[in-house]
């Protein structure tokens, strides 16, 4: 069972930085594919960035594209989401998901929320103006 704890969000002005971090508890992230989604206020959940399990591809949502950044600690077990240049139409819940991988998806990133199998508890990011 893999349990995912999200932290790292609060409020930042426009232009400022944050990292988010999503821990594993219970079991490795080796050999699974991750991403993070954020749902804004009276929004649906969107997605904004996923790697493979391999961590050989990674996509980012047009919006972040270019300030955003993915990365992983597989030692520690930790996901991150370095966000750079925010603005205020990033102020959302931020939730992080795995699913496994398998050797026929080595390089394939899911970029639909039904296709992960665990989520986080999600984490607040406000961006003020």
């Known amino acids: 069972q893999v349990q995912l704890v999200e932290s790292g969000g609060r409020g930042v002005q426009a232009g400022g930085s944050l990292r988010l971090s999503c821990v594993s508890s219970?079991?490795?992230?080796?050999?699974?594919?991750m991403a993070w989604f954020r749902q804004a206020p009276g929004k649906e959940r969107e997605f904004v960035a996923a790697s493979s399990w391999r961590r050989s591809i990674t996509n980012y949502a047009d919006s972040v594209k270019g300030r955003f950044t993915l990365s992983t600690d597989n030692a520690a077990n930790t996901l991150y989401l370095e966000m750079n240049s925010l603005k205020p139409e990033d102020t959302a819940v931020y939730y992080c998901a795995v699913r496994p991988g398998t050797l026929s998806s080595d390089s394939t990133y899911y970029t639909g929320q039904n296709e992960y199998n665990y989520w986080g508890q999600g984490t607040r990011v406000t961006v003020s103006s």
């Open positions: 219970g079991r490795s992230f080796s050999g699974y594919a």
